[in-house]
């Protein structure tokens, strides 16, 4: 099994070798060049990306040409314009790899192939979708409750790789505040 | 099996007689008065909320105790302080019942217990679970994306509901917006 799928599920879950050859098998190896897009607005995202070298970003887009990032990820996460993939419908959001990335990708029909076969798979995924979940709440808490600085703040404790890796531009954009208004906080 | 729990997974999954008995026996009646707290912030959320009847509010509290509506749980929804549950951590949020409030309620163990008995119910779940991480996703969405009166405005598409039921003190939380400028909104 590929190392990064071994990242995944060790100490979580046992599995045959059966198994780990049937899942490894499901997930093809990909490279995206810097600013390529994985999936482009109004298309149906058909996978889901686990990140093995790399970053990417999932955002929205204003008419006016605007963008908003709504989620990063990392090395080891696994992600992609989730409401499209799910629900089979055209994305509102980009997926774009903002580095030179390489990737596992897995198809939707294959998911609920190896998650029919392979039942502690599916419990680690839940497991794992409950912290997402999670995630994304306090993304909400941090975003109905903090200012400008609290927000700053809260990111440097809890992702400073955001802070030190990402171009000031999607940093800004990711907080929910303007470019000025981030270097006047980092200055302090 | 209590209306409520068969509404829940009816024409979602199929159950045997034994496992509609062992669900039935998980969910405790319980019934709550208008404004009473469920999970009160600094405490473990032991519980996770089925609403028969009435409406949940979890908000947070800042330290000038001004309050936050993260989410609202209405008829057919299942909830609670969702981080707290999962992590089994103290709780940053507060459970209320905003209306006199019918539920049924199932504890952290009866519920790992469920998705081990009851392969079905653990995949109903997960699919459940998938949902309210889209609308988590849709939330963050909005407070990016939108400004007040686009929140109003999708409010009233997608959750009229809220907008109609509860007090407007309640709403104008909900959507990060003042009660006057919601009240301008709702003159428009």
Redesign the interface.
């Known amino acids: 099994m590929h190392p990064a799928l071994e990242k995944m599920v060790e100490g979580k879950i046992e599995l045959s070798a059966e198994e780990r050859e049937l899942i490894d098998s499901c997930f093809k190896a990909k490279t995206a060049r810097r600013g390529e897009i994985l999936v482009a607005k109004g298309s149906i995202a058909r996978h889901v990306y686990l990140v093995v070298k790399g970053c990417l970003r999932i955002f929205?887009t204003?008419d006016d040409g605007s963008e908003?990032?709504?989620f990063l990820l990392f090395e080891g996460r696994m992600g992609t314009a989730?409401?499209s993939f799910?629900?089979r419908q055209p994305s509102?959001?980009t997926v774009q790899s903002l580095e030179p990335s390489e990737l596992l990708v897995l198809s939707y029909s294959d998911r609920e192939m190896l998650?029919e076969k392979v039942?502690a798979l599916?419990?680690n995924?839940?497991k794992g979708?409950?912290?997402?979940?999670?995630a994304?709440?306090?993304?909400?808490?941090s975003?109905?409750?903090m200012d400008a600085k609290q927000r700053y703040m809260a990111l440097l404790e809890n992702s400073p790789e955001i802070v030190w890796r990402l171009p000031a531009r999607i940093v800004a954009d990711y907080l929910?505040i303007s470019q000025e208004t981030l270097s006047r906080l980092k200055g302090k």
Chains 1, 2 share one sequence.
Request: hydrophobic share 45%; charged share 25%.
């Open positions: 929205l204003g908003s990032t709504r989730f409401p799910i629900l509102v959001a998650f039942r599916e419990i995924y839940r979708l409950e912290l997402d979940y999670i994304s709440i306090q993304r909400i808490e975003l109905i409750t929910g």
